[in-house]
DNA sequence: GTGAAAGCGCTAACAA
DNA sequence: TTGTTAGCGCTTTCAC
């Protein structure tokens, strides 16, 4: 922190009390035009910067929010920091941002540092079932982005997940699949299983069983494992005629193996991703997915933080609509969508 | 800010002065063993968080920095800021977080609201060739990340654009294409003339006379551009064979051309991209591209801002070597590469 | 319309 | 080893 001037320099120059600076530069009431124009044209000419950290400490309120997201290079992730930034700016707040890496413990890490310094409110996509109950006991505002834990008692903006998996594996199976594979991340994400819930209960509703076979995990979801997990149970059963999965990459990684195993997609194999990120359009064929708006998400995330923030005191909660975006992947007869 | 446990809590709970409190939380060595204990353990019970404002304030020290980017939820700048993170959550940093979109103004903005809030110091992406005379006169440590302005003042991280271009085209021309056209961003963006220079240095090594008609610009770089320009180009002239694109997006635009046209890459069209994102890999086929390692170009420059931030004077500079990477789009006669 | 004084939570110099 | 005092930069009574 480099040494600025302050009101104290301003009143010095002009010869009069600190407090008449206070009061020019914000603008009171109670203060004569003429000090107010001298006022501001000397804090301009000493190039004045107020000092946030001195009025937060007599003000007590700090206008900057932190914000707790898994990994910021994740696309969807990104998007949402992207419209919790939106809001911010305009809200003429500042963000502070941490990775948790699906770590508890970085995250009530981070959690603290934000706490030290103040931050008026957290916006969070919890790491794992026990993320929320290292925040609520700080008794500060907060609202959840994205990874609900089941509860009634946090404000949250999410996803209709198990309606977003619903729809793909039902597509699947409308588009006449028969035997669909499910490759998820880890048991003990809460977003993977609400995916898992949802392809079952597709699954169900067609009076197909579900096959623990039919299902891998993987601990953090890339490329290459969705490459892994597909070869091997294309290898092994030789039956799966579909794929869903929980995320875009994990649908990548099914593209190569079916290249690698001379499979065509959508004819031999169909695919549907989750999350509609920006290589689900780059792939050939196009991969059918789930749209998540994670801009519009994080946008809605800010502005119920905010009510918080200034005192609304009720539980704010919003469910995306899930959505599916049919593409070519999954067109096991006829191509349906070229755009 | 809700209220919360201060000092003299503990003090009065413990009928002792707030110094000796302050000393034992900080652990200084005059301090009997005796009260130490009990003042840390009265912390903990009343749940005690160091109010880093006024700690700051005191001190005239706060240890948060401010990063400035265009747009985070382009891939390489999250995975510049994932970098910039790591290290600084090392270094018990917490980082504040605006984006620019370009746009020199709310570039300002964020830079002024940055400075009221007592950052450390700076890492910024500039949007514009004016952005740092916007930095430099506020007196703060900064670090420049990846879009160097041309000068010899400032501390800054970069990659070496120029010869990226040059590899990039370089390559394509031993591959046997003749007429290679170039897509590129904003006239303004330095990035993009400077690979614009790169492009045409590997045409006049090789004895080829740039055509300005080969050269394409759009404001902001997308997949859609990159369609529509390779599309006007490949079917006024009909004589362009290969596209240098300056960024990924633009390289799968050019398929969707291709594909639209019936040209097949890489033998009818050849290819390369820029940036190795994650959609390079999930073309078809896959991109051959330039890797920008913007985790570690992040990290490094958030440890040359600490050098500077504790007082060392002096200019940091460091050039990431360019790297290209072979894939199958720009194998003319064989593939090259399959991973 | 203006200024003096107190205090936000904390630390550092100086006393005791 | 502990306490007293002053002050970081600012705002807010309360006098004048």
Known sequence: MIKRTKLKDIAEALNISVTTVSRAI???????????????????????????????????????????????????????????????????????????????????????????????????????????????????????VDRPLENEVDSVVKYDDLNGAFLAVDHLINQGYKNIACLKGNKDCIISATRLKGYKKALKLHGIESNANMIKSCTYPSKKDGYLMSKELLLATNKVDAFFTITDNLAAGVYEAAEELKLKIPTDLGVVGYSNSQISSSLTPKLTTIEQPGERMGEQAFDYLQQIIIGNNRLFKKTFDAQLIIRNSSAKNLPVYSA
Request: net charge positive; proline share 4%; glycine share 4%.
């Open 26 to 144: 914000n603008s009171k009431s109670d203060i004569s035009e003429e000090t107010r124009k001298a006022v501001l044209a000397m804090a301009d000419k000493l190039n004045y910067r107020p000092n946030a950290l001195a009025i937060s400490l007599r003000k007590s309120l700090f206008n900057v929010i932190g914000v707790i997201l898994p990994s910021v290079d994740h696309y969807f992730f990104s998007t949402v920091l992207k419209g919790i930034m939106n809001k911010a700016h305009q809200a003429n707040y500042l963000v502070m941002i941490g990775e948790s890496m699906n770590d508890l413990e970085k995250e009530n890490e981070i959690l603290n540092q934000f706490m030290s310094h103040c931050v008026t409110g957290i916006l969070i996509s919890p790491s794992g079932r026990d993320s929320l109950s290292q925040v609520r006991p700080k008794r500060i505002p907060f609202v959840v």
